[in-house]
């Protein structure tokens, strides 16, 4: 299927431990993004991509991990997975003219 | 002062109402202004997409922006039950490839 696609949609770990968040795009686009949204805070966003092997810090990177080794692809690691963290996590692709496309995203509860 | 301010509601109006959705900001800079929308448990979609000021209409939906005044609007013609939704500003000083600044959302609720 064509799109962006996320995974687990649903995950429950506990403190302390590592968690990583998948995201694939089916379009080649070059951008790639990460944000948390929470209650009183909207969507924020973690990380960035431009594209392959090139990442760089959004507003609230602390705690997480990105890597992207292939275009389609831009997993997200929480190394020690904290409280704080419990959120849901969307990845987006961006077409160009600031139009960015959204997973479906992934709720992560830290307990 | 945060960069983009939205109410965040829930701003509950009964089917047929017109809406008037809005978000104010602080950064001059901004230039590229979007309305995203999005649905309860999904990822926000794109509805609505200007450049500087002026106004874009789309079937029953309207984007309006002033940046003398830094003020955007979104309005919403003979609202329905589906448009019940959560609808997030936002907002980029660059074309193209740029991170986007988003609003806090506003949350519709639009009563049969």
């Known amino acids: 299927d064509a799109g962006i696609t996320q995974s687990p949609r649903y995950k429950i770990t506990e403190t302390g431990r590592q968690v990583t968040l998948m995201c694939h795009q089916t379009?080649?686009?070059?951008?790639m993004f990460w944000y948390r949204q929470d209650l009183g805070h909207g969507l924020r966003l973690i990380y960035y991509?431009?594209?392959?092997?090139?990442?760089d810090k959004g507003e609230v990177p602390d705690g997480y991990v990105v890597s992207r080794s292939k275009t389609e692809n831009f997993p997200l690691t929480l190394e020690s997975a904290t409280r704080s963290q419990t959120s849901v996590y969307f990845c987006?692709?961006?077409?160009?003219?600031?139009?960015?496309?959204f997973g479906p995203g992934t709720r992560l509860t830290v307990l | 002062q945060k960069e983009v301010e939205q109410d965040p509601g829930p701003l509950s109006v009964p089917e047929g109402a017109i809406v008037s959705l809005n978000c104010t900001y602080s950064n001059s800079a901004f230039q590229y202004f979007m309305w995203y929308r999005q649905y309860s448990r999904k990822g926000p979609e794109l509805l609505m997409y200007t450049y500087s000021s002026g106004n874009k209409e789309d079937g029953r939906f309207t984007a309006q922006v002033d940046k003398s005044s830094k003020y955007i609007s979104l309005f919403i013609r003979d609202s329905q039950p589906s448009d019940s939704a959560t609808y997030l500003c936002a907002m980029s000083a660059k074309g193209g490839y740029s991170t986007l600044t988003f609003g806090k959302g506003t949350m519709l609720l639009v009563s049969p």
């Open positions: 991509s431009a594209a392959a092997d090139i990442t």
């Open positions: 379009w080649s686009h070059s951008y």
């Open positions: 987006a692709s961006l077409a160009g003219g600031n139009e960015q496309f």
